[in-house]
């Protein structure tokens, strides 16, 4: 018998991928634009393209995704979330690295729901850099400071 995946999920719930993020992955509707967007987010962490444009409103979604190795995404929070009957929307902030700059995506995303399943629509990014100093906390979201954290990557 196989065990299931006992992994953090990287939308950072504090649950196992399996019982998170994985099962939508694996093919069941996200209930909610925030389950979608935090399933959207794992799926940027663990690279699976295919997963980002099946969730990507058809009128809207670009014919390819570029694997990006560059770019380690390492915290989501979740700023707000809503649903007005069929439309949903969620501000997020996705902290990231590129080798040693760390960044900010910060996004207000609208979402629809059609027939019972929840798709990305748009959003309205903005990328601010972030300087970390040595005894910061660090950007990852540990509770650690940099120096002893991220900042030996």
């Given at each position: 018998m196989t065990q299931p995946d006992r992994t953090a999920c990287p939308c950072g719930s504090g649950q196992a991928l399996a019982d998170c993020c994985g099962?939508?992955?694996?093919?069941?509707?996200?209930?909610?634009p925030e389950a979608l967007m935090r399933s959207r987010y794992s799926a940027f962490v663990l690279d699976l393209p295919d997963y980002l444009?099946?969730?990507?409103?058809?009128?809207?979604?670009?014919?390819s995704l570029a694997s990006d190795a560059a770019t380690l995404w390492k915290r989501l929070e979740v700023l707000e979330s809503?649903?007005?009957?069929?439309?949903g929307r969620v501000h997020f902030r996705a902290t990231f690295r590129e080798g040693r700059r760390w960044s900010v995506l910060e996004e207000?995303?609208?979402f629809v729901?059609?027939?019972?399943?929840?798709?990305?629509?748009?959003?309205?990014?903005?990328v601010h850099r972030l300087k970390p100093g040595r005894n910061a906390p660090c950007p990852?979201?540990?509770g650690r400071k940099f120096k002893a954290c991220c900042g030996l990557a």
């Open positions: 099962r939508y992955h694996a093919g069941e509707p996200a209930p909610t444009l099946a969730t990507w409103h058809p009128s809207t979604r670009p014919s809503g649903v007005e009957g069929e439309r207000a995303s609208r729901r059609e027939a019972g399943r929840w798709f990305y629509i748009d959003g309205n990014p903005a990852c979201g540990s």
